[in-house]
């Protein structure tokens, strides 16, 4: 595939950061995206999938730079810029939550009409086009637990929160666990679609795991102090929406002390 005009090899491709032995988050400069790869012995986990046919594929690639291991997908969760680049994988096994099945039938279309609006307002017709072009691959429901070869990662639900379908992938040996955007670094968290009420207790239990390194949907890796202090100021937007519910607050008073200023209330 020939680069589209104006894009370039910075934009289009990613910068590895290896994490520890064989587990890795590579991170693009389109939306902040992180996703991951861990390998074992026999296997290889992709973490995510970017967010098209075009960018799935610089993705497959680079993996396959790696490792020549048999590859099995994970998706954290149903948005686009998560899973459209799936096909790119070829014929794969792509595990998520049943959840994320269900959220890609209902909202594929909408989110790839919504976006493909949003890159042609800002003029990337290229990421329009292969947006426009790109169709979600259907996950089956994940197993608990995946045995890549002298490396176990576990497959959890640990509640609802940035959707209602998040999936983590832990890696206990290697003290790192992928989040996707229950946990963002850089931006502030994506409330549109979240159960803000349910969220910051899912963020315990990811703590819970005991994890030094927590991978995020977007931006750099973090530690379990960022994750606290994100809880934390989940916990301050479910508090100023249960009183908004309750007639309390205003909802403008409410979107005023937010700790998110800006973003859109759920
Ligand atoms: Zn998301």
Redesign the pocket.
């Known amino acids: 595939m020939t680069d589209p005009p104006g894009a370039t090899m910075e934009g289009m491709s990613g910068t590895w950061i290896e994490l520890t032995e064989g587990v890795f988050a590579r991170r693009y400069a389109e939306l902040d995206l992180t996703v991951g790869l861990v390998l074992g012995a026999e296997r290889a986990l992709v973490i995510d999938t970017r967010g098209d046919t075009h960018q799935g594929s610089e993705w497959a690639a680079a993996v396959r730079d790696r490792t020549s291991a048999p590859i099995t997908v994970a998706l954290t969760?149903a948005?686009f810029?998560?899973c459209f680049g799936t096909a790119a994988f070829g014929p794969v096994r792509v595990l998520a939550h049943p959840g994320c099945a269900a959220a890609i039938a209902r909202s594929a279309d909408d989110q790839r009409a919504e976006w493909v609006a949003r890159y042609r307002d800002r003029g990337d017709d290229a990421t329009a086009d292969a947006l426009a072009a790109s169709v979600p691959v259907p996950p089956e429901p994940a197993p608990p637990r995946l045995d890549l070869g002298g490396r176990v990662v576990l497959l959890r639900h640990l509640g609802r929160g940035?959707?209602d379908h998040d999936l983590v992938v832990d890696v206990p040996d290697a003290d790192v666990v992928f989040a996707?955007?229950l946990v963002e670094e850089g931006a502030p968290p994506?409330l549109a679609e979240a159960d803000v009420a349910a969220w910051p207790a899912t963020l315990t239990a990811l703590l819970e795991l005991g994890r030094s390194i927590v991978v995020p949907?977007h931006g750099a890796p973090v530690g379990p102090e960022f994750v606290a202090q994100q809880r934390d100021r989940l916990q301050e937007v479910a508090d100023l929406c249960a009183r908004v519910q309750a007639g309390t607050l205003s909802a403008e008073e409410a979107a005023r002390r937010s700790p998110y200023p800006g973003v859109p209330w759920p």
Request: aromatic fraction near 0%; proline fraction near 0%; hydrophobic fraction near 0%.
């Open positions: 969760h948005h810029d998560h940035h959707t996707g955007d994506d949907g």
